[in-house]
């Protein structure tokens, strides 16, 4: 989790303040450094922090902070507030032509994630209606037009490239030229990594820009970038005029501080997220849910936005009556499963979850192999046997071990487990008949 | 323009950044005090070197301040030069012993690891040894056609199967390869994976056990490919996959552009895996020997 511990330092530092009737001058001073050493450890540039703290610590000097019970939360809440006016309060949609094609360019790094990310991209606008073109300007780099014709061949995403001696300014605009014909809504230019230092390449990009006039440029920012990320951002929006920064490799466990730096520095919004190696896993970027994530309080609303995405409600309503009454059976439980799997890794359900933090969740053991087998087991039962599993017999078990390839103990483990889960729902149910709530501790037979 | 020319280079911005600054700071200050000592703090944090790796240096620099009784802050360059020197310290040669001899190259995504094996290919080969690159990164697209061109470049075999293929596969055939045409070294290709993911990780598990069953008691350079844009997480990353493997070694890349690449100097000091090559540029030359009195000369000029 991103930045995670911070808000935990920070009640440590207000522990030790406790048992002297109220906050100082001094204390808040001293919970500026803890925020600043955070944020430094998380890869925030230093002038970025800097002006933070300045901000921060104005506000925390305050009466409100300094007369509350609990300043601690206070400040905490001063900091996160802070955090969403740094990184932009709402999330930025990427803007398209009256008339179009409506045409974006791909600029960064090496190795920042371009390619992919083109890829992402096309596939994610083709959902919203649609119609892209990508285009493979990268001449330098050994088969990263090949690569970019790959990606687009596992999305069925057209791909224009010409051969690696052509200049990528006349790609580009024969690029536009083809993407008119065919009538391409969309245009995709990937464009070469290159250092912001190097002159030459920079140029390039310019003329790439006078030439095709993208809609927007999007900057693409590694996630894992230190101190550098201001330095990246700021020459690339000097020399060519960035629209909005695409962040990428966020599925890791780095602290992301570059995300912080680089909205400061540019004042250009993050428009994407990338959040794994999957052609799917493009995220829109919510500023907001970062800050919470940032000082561990939890991505609740992406959470609750996946499990909507996911879950059927009616298929919800008819369970919860199921379990009322009590007819929950193998078959609603192989619903479960697969509805649960709709929401993404598990990992990074729970990953979202407040209070859970990421270094915890790998020691826990989220085998998600484990579930295929359970669902592989369910699968090989009749109906019969779903709705009713007291009739499974030793030989029906042999059976159903043989057809999912699974052992008679699986079998014998999961039936426990489900005859385990039904009685908790019973108590359950009949807790929340007397009054009680929530389902307790729920836990899964797997 | 010879390496070193290229080094500092490359380095001429981080040196602009860390020794201008420090200058300013050592001048302003009459005396050394803790102010000195914060600003210092902020000045290697800032250049990716991290807290607690910031933190050590700050404190043997006042421990030496104290000892020798100075008073002259312009005296504390030497010392944090020192500090640095005696921190990337470190044997940086690889060890080919065997023949043949493994090396296996893993990181993150982008960070440059098959462009860095199409250049240790082409090192060893001018050293007159006899090359096998085994593109193991099945994963990517287009990996492998990447690697056969800089096979090419450097004018080594390349083993490959089709994209999608098990790399541990691979990595088998190379090396049945590899004996028989009694090749001096090995070079693997891994995909890039984060090291938070589990199963890609046991991935990279299955492929050393291959190596470790086909080639017991070969000589073998884990390297670990960081980039040098990289900030904190890169200890993070060094941490993960060296619980998968020994790492043997450090490739530094991209060196070329504004970054500081202090984060190795964290590295060494909070892992020890020892900085070996570093990259700075994109020229099929740009990639040598890691030599810490260069990087720190090189620095402070």
């Keep these: ?446 | 323009m010879g390496f070193f020319e290229k080094l500092k280079e490359g380095l001429q911005k981080t040196r602009k950044g860390i020794t201008e600054r420090i200058d300013k700071v050592l001048v302003s200050f009459g005396k050394i005090d803790e102010d000195l000592f914060e600003e210092l703090e902020e000045i290697l944090i800032t250049s990716d070197i991290g807290l607690e790796t910031t933190t050590r240096i700050i404190e043997d620099i006042k421990a030496k301040v104290k000892e020798n009784k100075i008073t002259d802050p312009t005296a504390i360059k030497g010392l944090l030069k020192e500090e640095l020197m005696k921190l990337t310290e470190g044997e940086s040669s690889l060890k080919l012993d065997t023949t043949p001899s493994v090396i296996v190259i893993i990181g993150v995504n982008g960070v440059g690891k098959t462009t860095s094996i199409g250049k240790i290919a082409n090192l060893l080969k001018n050293q007159g040894k006899k090359v096998v690159l085994a593109a193991a990164d099945t994963f990517r697209a287009a990996a492998i056609d990447q690697l056969e061109i800089w096979a090419k470049r450097a004018d080594v075999e390349l083993i490959k199967h089709s994209e999608g293929s098990d790399p541990a596969a691979v990595i088998f055939d190379a090396i049945q390869s590899a004996k028989a045409k009694k090749a001096d070294v090995l070079i693997c290709d891994t995909a890039g994976r984060l090291h938070t993911k589990k199963n890609l990780m046991e991935e990279l598990k299955k492929v050393f056990r291959i190596i470790d069953r086909e080639l017991p008691g070969a000589s073998r350079e884990n390297l670990l490919v960081l980039d040098a844009t990289t900030g904190q997480n890169a200890l993070s990353q060094a941490k993960t996959f060296g619980e998968v493997v020994d790492l043997s070694g450090i490739v530094l890349t991209k060196l070329d552009g504004t970054a500081k690449g202090g984060i190795v100097i964290a590295v060494k000091s909070e892992l020890n895996v020892p900085i070996k090559l570093v990259g700075v540029g994109e020229g099929m030359d740009d990639l040598q020997n890691f030599n810490s009195k260069e990087f720190v000369e090189a620095l402070f000029d």
């Design chain 1, 1 to 446: 989790m991103v930045f995670e511990g911070l808000a935990g330092k920070l009640q440590d530092t207000i522990k030790r303040l406790r048992g002297q009737g109220r906050v100082t001058e001094k204390d808040v001073k001293e919970m500026m450094r803890e925020i600043k050493l955070a944020l430094l450890e998380a890869d925030v540039n230093f002038k970025v922090v800097k002006d933070f703290i300045n901000k921060v610590s104005e506000r925390a000097v305050g009466k409100d902070v300094m007369e509350s019970l609990t300043p601690g939360q206070q400040v905490i809440k001063i900091v996160h507030e802070e955090l969403i006016e740094l990184m932009g309060k709402t999330q930025s949609k990427v803007s398209f032509a009256s008339n179009p094609p409506t045409i974006y360019m791909m600029v960064g790094l090496q190795g920042s994630g371009k390619t992919t990310t083109s890829g992402k991209l096309a596939n994610l606008l083709r959902k919203q209606g649609k119609n892209p073109l990508l285009v493979a300007c990268d001449v330098y780099r050994p088969a990263a037009i090949k690569q970019l014709q790959v990606v687009g061949e596992q999305l069925n995403i057209p791909v224009f490239a010409m051969d690696d001696k052509t200049d990528p300014v006349v790609i580009a605009k024969n690029a536009v030229d083809y993407a008119k014909k065919k009538l391409h809504d969309l245009i995709i230019i990937d464009t070469a990594g290159r250092l912001h230092i190097n002159e030459e390449l920079m140029e390039e990009l310019a003329n790439i820009k006078k030439t095709v006039k993208p809609h927007e440029i999007l900057l693409v920012v590694d996630s894992m970038t230190g101190q550098d990320a201001v330095n990246v951002a700021e020459s690339f929006n000097e020399k060519l005029g960035v629209d909005g920064i695409v962040l990428t490799k966020l599925d890791g466990d780095t602290r992301g501080g570059a995300a912080l730096s680089v909205k400061a520095v540019t004042g250009k919004p993050i428009k994407f997220a990338g959040m794994g190696e999957k052609l799917s896993e493009l995220e829109p970027f919510y500023p907001d849910r970062m800050a919470s994530r940032i000082l561990g309080m939890g991505d609740v609303l992406s959470l609750i936005e996946k499990a909507q995405e996911a879950f059927d409600e009616k298929k919800a309503i008819e369970l919860e009556k199921k379990i009322r009454s009590m007819q929950f059976t193998l078959e609603d439980y192989l619903d479960q499963i697969q509805q649960l799997k709709k929401m993404g890794p598990l990992n990074q359900v729970l990953g979202m979850l407040p209070g859970f933090d990421k270094k915890a969740l790998q020691g826990v053991e989220l085998d998600e192999k484990q579930m295929v087998h359970v669902e592989a087991i369910i699968k090989s039962m009749t109906k019969r046997e779903r709705i009713n599993p007291s009739i499974i017999d030793a030989s029906r078990k042999r059976r159903i071990a043989a057809g999912s390839g699974t052992t008679i103990q699986d079998i014998n483990k999961l039936l426990k487990g489900f005859e385990e889960m039904k009685k908790m729902f019973k108590s359950v149910s009949e807790m929340s008949k007397k009054g009680g709530k929530g389902l307790g501790k729920f836990k899964m037979p797997f």
